[in-house]
Structure formats: structure tokens, C-alpha cells
């Protein structure tokens, strides 16, 4: 069956603009995470969402980050104003009944 | 809090080689301890997991022992090939299917 998808794969943007990085979990899969990458490091926790609402967001950096899931499938991950520390793979994972997360390809942010 | 420490790399051998990543943990409780990987230019794949103390996780000739009184998780495998060359992280969960928390890392690069 389909994995987790996520797009964009490739984003540029300009300091100070707005994006929106989306996610599209395993059909069924109840819990959705977000992960932030940088270069040569592991993956950093952002944000849990189990169901609709946020189990969890005490990895999201700063106020400039916030994540939705409104019917409690696809996952969009927003960032305002961005900065240039910003700039990382944006993982997605989504888990069903068993403790496994089944992580998507990413989306390269670049902030330029 | 919770987390994992994992020995750098690159660790680079010859095929049919004998490999051990170490990783070691500090966590409350009694955490879920995963190992994964990430393939050049894939994602990240669960390889193995531990749910509890002396639990040995294997897949694809890959071994990991949960050893609880020394708080580590090493990744072994006793004759590795070229396709084994990846990233692989050590990781764990405070609670089943919580957020995971990862090490940073080790690039295994295997030689014919």
C-alpha cells in the first residue's frame, strides 16, 4: 500500500516569507510526528498529533512554527517569517495500532 | 530528559566484516529502543526494535540486545555487504508510540 508521503520534496524560499509543508500519513494511521533534520544530525522531534489535535508540541522551536491536522489525516506544517537557521529535512512519520513510525521521503527546506 | 548517544562515524570497513555500532541511552522508565536506517537517497526505515530489558531485536542479519544495566542498545552484524552501506540511528521512545528521540547518526560505508 501507499507509504507517508510528503510535498514538496525540494523548497526554496526567501528570508522573512511563509511556507506550508504538507504530509499525508498511512491511511488509517491515528498518530502523525513531525521531525526536523539538519545536515549530519539525527532527526529532532517537533510536534505529535493524535487524531485532530496535538498530543504534544514541545519540540516546535519557537512561536514562528505551527502545524495543523484539521480532519485528522494530512498534516500541514507552517513557518512564518523564516530565517536561514530554518533550513533542514523536514521529516513526517504516522503509526497505526503497533510502536512503529513509518517516516515519509522529507521536504528539503532551503532558506536563502 | 530522554536521550541517546550513538559512537560517530564514518565507520568504513571491508565486505564480510564484523560491525558494531554502539549506542547507549539515558531515559526515565522503561523506553522502547529502535535502530534505523537510511539508505542513500531513501528514507528512514525502521531495522530493529527492543520493547523491553534483555529483548533482542534482529532483521536482515542485524542483532541489537536491550541491556537495561548498561543502559545500551549495539547494533551488530557479523559479516556485512556493500548494500549495507547507510546512516543508521539508534533511538528510543519514552512510551509506546510516543515521540522518538534519536541519536546523531553513524555513516557505515562498506568496500568490496
Known amino acids: 500500500g501507499a507509504g507517508v508521503s510528503q510535498t514538496p520534496s525540494n523548497k526554496v524560499t526567501e528570508k522573512g516569507k511563509y511556507v506550508e509543508l504538507r504530509c499525508d500519513p498511512i491511511s488509517g494511521h491515528t498518530a502523525l510526528y513531525w521531525y526536523r533534520q539538519s545536515l549530519g544530525q539525527g532527526p529532532e522531534f517537533l510536534i505529535y498529533f493524535q487524531g485532530t489535535g496535538a498530543a504534544d508540541d514541545s519540540g516546535l522551536p519557537n512561536d514562528r512554527f505551527f502545524a495543523v491536522r484539521p480532519e485528522g489525516s494530512v498534516s500541514t506544517l507552517k513557518i512564518q517569517r523564516t530565517e536561514r537557521g530554518d533550513s533542514a529535512v523536514y521529516l513526517c512519520?504516522?503509526?497505526?495500532?503497533?510502536?512503529?513510525?513509518?517516516f515519509g521521503p522529507g521536504t528539503r527546506l532551503t532558506v536563502t | 530528559g530522554n536521550s541517546v548517544t550513538q559512537m560517530e562515524g564514518p565507520v568504513t570497513l571491508s565486505e564480510e566484516a564484523f560491525l558494531t555500532i554502539n549506542c547507549t541511552y539515558t531515559?526515565?522508565?522503561?523506553?522502547?529502543l529502535f535502530w534505523y536506517v537510511q539508505y542513500p537517497g531513501e528514507g528512514l526505515q525502521l531495522l530493529l526494535k527492543?520493547?523491553?530489558?534483555?529483548d533482542k531485536g534482529s532483521n536482515k542479519g542485524f542483532e541489537a540486545t536491550y541491556r537495561k544495566e548498561t543502559t545500551s542498545f549495539h547494533l551488530e552484524k557479523g559479516s556485512v555487504q556493500v548494500s549495507d552501506s547507510a546512516v543508521y540511528f539508534c533511538?528510543?521512545?519514552?512510551?509506546?508510540?510516543?515521540?522518538?528521540?534519536f541519536g546523531g547518526g553513524t555513516r557505515v560505508l562498506v568496500k568490496p
Open positions: 527492543a520493547t523491553k530489558a534483555d
Open positions: 533511538a528510543l521512545s519514552g512510551a509506546a508510540g510516543n515521540k522518538l528521540t
Open positions: 512519520a504516522s503509526r497505526g495500532r503497533s510502536s512503529e513510525q513509518y
Open positions: 531515559a526515565t522508565g522503561y523506553p522502547s
